[in-house]
């Protein structure tokens, strides 16, 4: 499966933007789903994570309450809806697959498939 990214941009702080990913390849309903993120000079870390068959997902401290991570298995696209932005949520956005279906893996090295990155400007 091939992850690609999109849906990035430019907003003022308190706005709203919806990532999506979109994967090809077969049995993406197979595929855990993640989303990481890499500011510069920072290594990249976790955001969301949401399990094969939609039963659990999980976020990182800093995005609980306003980023929902979901997935559309009919689509084989996952999405990351952020409300509330702030300028700490710049970064370059990136979702991977990991073929541990029921595995939340929170670390870049538990996914198997990368996509390139888009990016997200949060302006204060």
């Known amino acids: 499966v091939q992850p690609q990214a999109s849906g990035g941009g430019l907003v003022q702080a308190g706005g709203s933007l919806r990532l999506s990913c979109a994967a090809s390849?077969?049995?993406?309903?197979?595929?855990?789903m993640g989303w990481f993120r890499q500011a510069p000079g920072k290594e990249r870390e976790f955001v969301a994570a949401i399990s094969r068959s939609i039963i659990r997902a999980d976020y990182a401290d800093s995005v609980k309450g306003r980023f929902t991570i979901s997935r559309d298995n009919a689509k084989n696209t996952v999405y990351l809806q952020m409300n509330s932005l702030i300028p700490e949520d710049t970064a370059l956005y990136y979702c991977?697959?990991?073929?541990?279906?029921?595995?939340?893996?929170?670390?870049?090295?538990?996914?198997?498939?990368w996509g390139q990155g888009t990016q997200v400007t949060v302006s204060s």
């Open positions: 390849g077969r049995s993406f309903s197979s595929y855990a």
């Open positions: 991977a697959a990991s073929g541990f279906g029921y595995r939340l893996g929170t670390t870049p090295g538990e996914y198997d498939y």
